[in-house]
């Protein structure tokens, strides 16, 4: 299970960190990503990291803007967003996949399973 918190309203330009917490799964082994829904548009990869945070890769369109990391003691993962803009403004989902995989990080919805219930995230200009 997964749960998606520190969504909110912020100014264009600004940060926000969200965060995606894992219960009842073995957080350590497995891949994660955010993905991002704007109202009328489809669900769409931000970012995602290894299990082991070694490898991440992100959207063109947030490069240099987001970072995902992990804390595997805590079981969490983190998206930490800066330089924000107002196309950002999206309800952001933290997926995993379950059993894990081996190979890369999947960019697809379809690749992955188990997902956190979203959390808004509003840009004002």
């Known amino acids: 299970q997964l749960q998606a918190s520190g969504g909110g309203l912020v100014q264009a330009g600004g940060p926000l960190r969200l965060s995606c917490a894992a219960s009842?799964?073995?957080?350590?082994?497995?891949?994660a990503a955010w993905f991002r829904q704007a109202t009328g548009k489809e669900r769409e990869f931000v970012t995602g990291?290894?299990?082991?945070?070694?490898?991440?890769i992100s959207a063109d369109g947030v490069k240099g803007r987001f970072t995902i990391s992990r804390d595997n003691a805590k079981k969490t993962v983190f998206l930490q967003m800066n330089s924000l803009k107002s196309e950002d403004t999206a309800v952001y989902y933290c997926?995993?996949?379950?059993?894990?995989?081996?190979?890369?990080?999947?960019?697809?919805?379809?690749?992955?399973?188990?997902w956190g219930q979203g959390t808004l995230v509003t840009v004002s200009s």
């Open positions: 997926a995993t996949r379950l059993p894990r995989v081996v190979g890369g990080i999947r960019t697809g919805t379809a690749d992955y399973n188990v």
């Open positions: 009842g799964v073995t957080f350590r082994n497995i891949n």
């Open positions: 990291i290894s299990y082991n945070g070694a490898s991440t």
